[in-house]
């Protein structure tokens, strides 16, 4: 699950943070919430793990979140390396770390964690960062989450540029290439959270680059 949560929702003005509001709308309760898969632990994708007075937003859930990043933002002699930006996502895991109370389910590798989805290590962005190839009888897609963060396109389109919340720059872009290369060779579609609406599409080589392309929406179907 990635969202950045009420605390992201009340300091921005709404602009983010709706996914609790979301859920609420389209008659979803969250105590009916019973996993919630986490892909790593930058703040706009744990935020929302806790309500405004930091108590569990999801009190019925199990929390499944990748090993190798629990480990590096536990950690915070990592923190030196990086700037500033960067600095403060090892203080919000410890907020909201503190805020579950050890209620988490850790996972790595590649493994099915719960029927039809299955993890899918894509390092660089952060050490543990996750994809996950969502299944449905015959069809799949494959929710690439942060591949590429920020302004996305734009990372698509020049794999080699490095985004400053890459924790490593080097890996991210070999990932990247490595990803791109093989959902456009294989025709697989693709959901990002950083790509613009409709947010899922497919993935064109381009040369050296890529091409996002979008997938058709229409809003009465």
């Known amino acids: 699950m990635d969202l950045a949560g009420p605390p992201a929702f009340q300091q921005s003005k ?3 943070g709706q996914f609790h509001n979301n859920l609420a709308a389209a008659g979803i309760d969250k105590n009916a919430v019973d996993v919630v898969i986490v892909s790593h632990l930058h703040g706009d994708h744990i935020g929302g793990l ?16 990748p090993t190798v990043d629990i480990k590096f933002w536990s950690d915070d002699t990592n923190a030196s390396r990086f700037p500033d930006p960067v ?9 909201v770390w503190g805020g579950l109370n050890g209620k988490v389910t850790q996972y790595e590798g590649s493994k099915e964690l719960v029927p039809g989805i299955t993890s899918m290590p894509t390092p660089g962005h952060t050490p543990g960062h996750t994809s996950f190839t969502i299944a449905s009888g015959s069809d799949h897609m494959i929710h690439q989450v942060d591949v590429t963060a920020g302004m996305a396109t734009l990372f698509v389109q020049n794999p080699g540029w490095h985004f400053l ?15 791109y290369d093989m959902v456009s060779a294989d025709k697989v579609r693709i959901q990002g959270y950083h790509l613009p609406f409709p947010a899922g599409g497919n993935i064109e080589k381009d040369g050296d680059h890529y091409r996002w392309v979008p997938s058709a929406w229409n809003p009465t179907t």
């Open 50 to 65: 806790l309500d405004s007075e930091n108590k569990l937003a999801f009190p019925n859930a199990e929390i499944l979140m």
């Open 165 to 179: 919340f890459d924790v490593d720059g080097p890996l991210a872009e070999q990932t990247r290439r490595k990803f």
């Open 87 to 95: 600095k403060a996502q090892f203080a919000n895991f410890k907020r």
């Open 14 to 16: 709404g602009t983010i």
